[in-house]
């Protein structure tokens, strides 16, 4: 949202405003916005109600299934504070929803987006784990372990995020309303530092740290011969690993252009309209990225979409469920409930390196 600087008005109130301006604010913009939150709410849903359905069939989360669920929450309420960043485009940057809503609403969009940039942190870590040493840290890749650095993730986002939470407050517009910004103490000053403070804290850190993860994959992915026992371990791994990549490519593409102009920024002292136009696309790009998340998982993972088959299509039909060892994925296959494996198949023709479960779906 742009309520983060005390000088974050002057997005709103370029140099010479026109027709061509006003209906930049009060069509283009908000209808881009509008998509963006319209479908990035229906597709985090998705996934969450996947997510809590099949942990309801199967007693259990996944690794995975942990990062995935946590990742969609921060990205929904991340796109939650969509309709307050419309209504600030259409009123011009005014703000009707009191000091205290404006607190509450800038502290949850930071803090979602830097959730998330951790969450993804972690979730390459754990891909490290998962592809390089697939059994050596089996017992490190548990689903409390990774519950306990979510919640880490989240604590120490919140305290980040501590700027916000002092200086964030209403300032009088030029029109006689007032709008939601950071209040920082020494504008000239404050400003500089605290972009600096969040490019690296949300942007530059994380990109370091996940490219040189993926970076050590690829490496021993090259460079390493599996034997067989450990190859289909590592196929599945590399599968999910796959999707992680995508999703870390996705975040890093969709917010660098943000990041870029709120550099660009502190060297601007009166946004020009064209100014104005990027800042906002670049925006909106960043909110993509939380709209875009569910369908990465919907297009790379064929786990996932046999999950969501089956938590939207309940049947009484009976479902094998194989869990993967490698990655905490999960495979479902259909099955009758009245199919039974005969003497002269064994459960390893059936579903190849897994043990079958059966689990009842009403």
């Not at 979602?112 to 940039?117: A, G, K, L, N, Y």
């Not at 942190?121 to 891909?127: A, P």
């Not at 979510?150 to 986002?157: E, I, N, P, R, T």
């Amino acid at each position: 949202m742009d309520v983060y600087m005390n000088n974050s008005s002057s997005f709103n109130s370029p140099d010479g405003p026109g027709e061509d301006h006003e209906q930049y604010n009060s069509a283009l913009m908000p209808s881009i916005f509008g998509v963006i939150c319209f479908f990035g709410i229906i597709g985090n849903c998705i996934v969450i109600y996947t997510i809590v359905k099949k942990t309801k069939f199967c007693s259990h989360q996944t690794v995975p299934d942990i990062f995935i669920f946590s990742l969609s929450i921060a990205d929904l309420l991340f796109l939650l504070g969509m309709p307050f960043l419309i209504h600030q485009l259409v009123g011009n940057g005014s703000w009707c929803f009191g000091a205290t809503m404006c607190t509450v609403i800038t502290a949850l969009d930071s803090n979602s987006q830097i959730v998330s940039t951790y969450i993804l942190t972690v979730m390459t870590l754990d891909r490290y784990l998962a592809t390089v040493h697939p059994i050596r840290f089996k017992h490190v890749r548990t689903p409390f372990v990774a519950g306990a650095a979510v919640a880490l993730v989240w604590a120490l986002s919140l305290v980040s995020i501590t700027p916000v939470w002092m200086y964030t407050g209403l300032m009088p517009l030029k029109d006689g309303s007032v709008g939601c910004a950071l209040l920082l103490p020494d504008p000239a000053t404050d400003t500089y530092w605290f972009t600096l403070y969040q490019f690296f804290l949300a942007f530059a850190l994380p990109l370091v740290v996940i490219c040189s993860v993926f970076f050590k994959i690829l490496q021993n992915v090259s460079a390493t011969v599996a034997p067989l026992p450990q190859r289909s371990l590592r196929m599945r791994a590399r599968k999910v690993t796959r999707m992680a990549v995508a999703i870390c490519l996705a975040f890093f593409i969709c917010w660098a252009p943000y990041y870029i102009l709120q550099l660009a920024h502190l060297g601007v002292q009166r946004p020009s309209f064209a100014f104005l136009y990027a800042y906002n696309i670049a925006i909106s790009m960043g909110y993509a990225n939380s709209c875009i998340n569910p369908f990465i998982y919907i297009v790379l993972s064929e786990t996932f979409k046999r999950q969501f088959i089956v938590a939207i299509r309940p049947s009484h039909r009976g479902f094998r469920v194989a869990p993967a060892v490698a990655d905490g994925s999960m495979s479902l296959r259909m099955a009758a409930d009245s199919f039974h494996p005969s003497h002269s198949q064994s459960s390893r023709e059936l579903l190849p390196n897994t043990l079958p479960v059966t689990v009842a779906v009403h």
